[in-house]
């Protein structure tokens, strides 16, 4: 009985690391021909050849697969979800806070992934993107619901990657070493300003 047993177990792991690097590699695929949006988990899994159930089980949701596929560290996906709870009051110093802690702790969010692999990776970089585009962008554009809502999450965009560069490319002084929460006391702010500030008259 014991003797069986030692053996089912790893031929069950095999079965289960094999389907999940099919899943891997066939997601991978995916993305590269038809974009982020247009790749749907079970579009994945019927061309992996398994259940929609197992790609969920194994990496959590389509984020989760896809931050699995370009290397992005597992705790991108939620962090980002953090970012669209509670008021749109707060939500420059919950972009911010989530930017900066995710970048302190893994150096492996998708900002800091595009300004590092875009000259080396088109195809990586237009992924990234459209990634950014839609799971963040388009959702602050929806939060707001004003009629400048694409200028003003672009103009996010911006501070929040001239912060990424100012602090974890050319760590420029003092803010390189700011701690967490006075970058968010500063530049939360700032930010919330390009949100929900009154734009200047035209």
């Known amino acids: 009985m014991t003797k069986h047993g030692t053996h089912a177990r790893p031929g069950r792991w095999r079965s289960g690391a094999e389907s999940k690097q099919r899943i891997l590699q066939t997601a991978r695929e995916l993305f590269g021909q038809r974009g982020y949006g247009g790749t749907t988990v079970r ?4 061309a992996a050849g398994v259940d929609p159930a197992m790609v969920f089980y194994f990496f959590g949701t389509k984020q989760g697969l896809f931050g699995a596929v370009m290397d992005l560290s597992g705790d991108v996906p939620p962090a ?3 970012i669209f709870t509670g008021s749109p009051d707060a939500l420059g110093e919950r972009l911010v806070r989530t930017l900066v802690e995710n970048l302190d702790n893994s ?5 800091m992934m595009l300004t590092r692999s875009a000259p080396a990776d088109a195809q990586s970089e237009a992924l990234m993107r459209e990634f950014i585009d839609r799971e963040i962008t388009d959702r602050v554009e929806a939060m707001l619901a004003v009629p400048d809502a694409a200028l003003r999450a672009a103009m996010v965009n911006a501070q929040l990657l001239g912060l990424t560069v100012a602090r974890y490319i050319l760590r420029i ?7 967490v929460d006075d ?9 919330q300003h390009c949100l929900t500030g009154q734009a200047a008259p035209s």
Do not use: C, Q
Not at 173 to 179: F, G, Q, T
Not at 185 to 191: A, E, H, M, N, S
């Open 43 to 46: 579009a994945i899994a019927t």
């Open 80 to 82: 980002i979800e953090s």
């Open 107 to 111: 150096g492996r969010t998708p900002l």
């Open 173 to 179: 002084e003092p803010i390189a070493s700011l701690p």
């Open 183 to 191: 970058l968010v006391g500063r530049f939360g702010p700032l930010v």
